[in-house]
């Protein structure tokens, strides 16, 4: 079975400073990991996977996460915090018996204050 | 690039009437399309794997004749919500992948907002 846990409902940041979103896996075989974002009453938009490939994985608008083995974590990290990056963030992990089957996070969503 | 379309985008109705919702693939052919349900402030949680020509695949806890899921088509899965009631209100999300590989990346849909009176 896999499941996701997303520490931190609520993060807030000041524009500029360090985006750090925090996502630990559970997983019985080795999972494909994404994150995704959800603005207001919109669907989700993929920012990265990691599907076992490079552990360093780059995503859009200068996202990127390192999948950890040895800590179960693929944590999302972005250099300088923009306005625009205020939304909701899952993470979401897959696997097993199937790969297209996802079981995402509770979620955290980024506040950016000016 | 590849396109997920839901219809309708937000549907409001009293309570037990039925609601349809569609999941078009619009580019691509999928034989599987994933239905999701978000409650507000909430995450996504897997209802089903709708197949295509085949009967759908539910999550433990879903009730199979309260969310009817037909996939008649490589594009085409519907979401039909019977008897609707308040607590049927929620955001309904699909996705899709195209190709036949073990994975297949995964192109969600805008969502349907579900409002049941």
């Known amino acids: 079975a896999q499941s996701v846990t997303q520490l931190g409902s609520h993060v807030s940041v000041s524009e500029g400073a360090l985006v750090l979103l925090r996502c630990n896996y559970s997983?019985?075989?080795?999972?494909?990991l994404f994150w995704y974002v959800q603005y207001p009453n919109q669907g989700l938009q993929l920012l990265l996977k990691?599907?076992?490939?490079?552990?360093l994985v780059k995503g859009i608008n200068g996202f990127e996460a390192e999948f950890k083995k040895s800590e179960t974590s693929f944590h999302l990290t972005k250099p300088s915090a923009h306005m625009s990056d205020a939304a909701e963030y899952f993470c979401?992990?897959?696997?097993?018996?199937?790969?297209?089957?996802?079981?995402f996070g509770s979620g955290t969503k980024l506040n950016v204050k000016p | 690039g590849a396109v997920v379309s839901q219809h309708p985008s937000w549907v409001i109705c009293k309570s037990g009437t039925s609601v349809k919702i569609e999941c078009r693939s619009l580019?691509?052919?999928?034989?599987?399309m994933f239905w999701y349900r978000q409650f507000p402030k909430q995450s996504l949680m897997l209802m089903a794997t709708?197949?295509?020509?085949?009967?759908?695949?539910?999550e433990q806890g879903v009730e199979k004749d309260k969310f009817l899921i037909n996939h008649a088509s490589l594009t085409l899965s519907t979401l039909t919500v019977t008897s609707a009631h308040p607590e049927d209100s929620s955001f309904y999300i699909c996705?899709?992948?195209?190709?036949?590989?073990?994975?297949?990346?995964?192109?969600f849909g805008d969502g349907t907002r579900l409002s049941i009176l």
């Open positions: 996705s899709a992948g195209g190709g036949t590989g073990i994975y297949q990346p995964q192109h």
């Open positions: 997983s019985s075989v080795p999972p494909y």
């Open positions: 990691y599907t076992s490939a490079a552990t």
């Open positions: 979401a992990v897959s696997g097993g018996n199937n790969f297209n089957k996802f079981y």
């Open positions: 580019d691509f052919q999928a034989t599987t």
């Open positions: 709708s197949n295509e020509g085949s009967k759908a695949t539910y």
